[in-house]
């Protein structure tokens, strides 16, 4: 009977030390119940589709098609306005090479030491204009390394081809965001 009751008692004091034990989240990680919203949300207005992440369709380059597309970014009215998007980077390092990558690997480099940013229009829209032609220019520089990507129509139409881009936009206010990828599919 003391063995019995000595097994209750050690069972009841784990029970209670191991719910008294609280997960201190001070490494600036979600906690379990958190909303994970951004505090400066961008949306892509002009997205054809929402598959996880935004997808804007361009029409394969072709003799007389250019393939010609455009990205419409958005932030609520409230978060400020958009200076500019500073810095472009496609494919699967496109965001590291976004955030601190090589200006040369940049889709919006220079051709010397820099980026060209694309300016905003005081407002907290900007737009993002290319084309696919521009984009096979840019994969012939950098490799397919770089530009994993084909910018023609895939074999297989249950996976298309898409072609990751990435984007640094600064805010009027110094504020930089790094938007969810945004992908470009080849029809």
Same mark, same amino acid.
């Given at each position: 009977?003391?063995?019995? =009751? ?6 009841? %004091? ?34 054809? =589709? =929402? ?70 229009? %005081? ?43 990435? =984007? ?20």
């Amino acid at each position: 009977m003391k063995k019995h =009751f000595l097994i209750v008692c050690c069972l009841a %004091g784990l029970a209670l030390a191991s719910s008294s034990c609280k997960k201190v989240y001070d490494d600036k990680s979600l906690a379990p119940l958190d909303q994970a919203y951004a505090p400066i949300p961008v949306t892509v207005t002009n997205a054809d =589709f =929402f598959e996880r992440f935004y997808i804007v369709v361009a029409k394969a380059p072709t003799a007389t098609e250019q393939g010609k597309f455009t990205i419409n970014f958005s932030i609520p009215a409230d978060k400020g306005k958009i200076k500019e998007i500073t810095r472009v980077a496609v494919g699967g390092s496109g965001l590291a090479n976004v955030q601190t990558g090589a200006p040369a690997l940049l889709y919006n480099y220079n051709g010397t030491s820099g980026s060209t940013p694309i300016p905003g229009n %005081g407002s907290n829209t900007i737009t993002f204009s290319s084309s696919l032609t521009d984009y096979k220019t840019f994969q012939t520089r950098v490799g397919t390394g770089v530009a994993p990507t084909s910018a023609t129509v895939s074999t297989n139409p249950q996976s298309p081809n898409q072609i990751d881009f990435y =984007f640094l936009i600064t805010l009027e206010d110094g504020t930089t965001i790094i938007p969810p990828r945004v992908q470009v599919r080849v029809v």
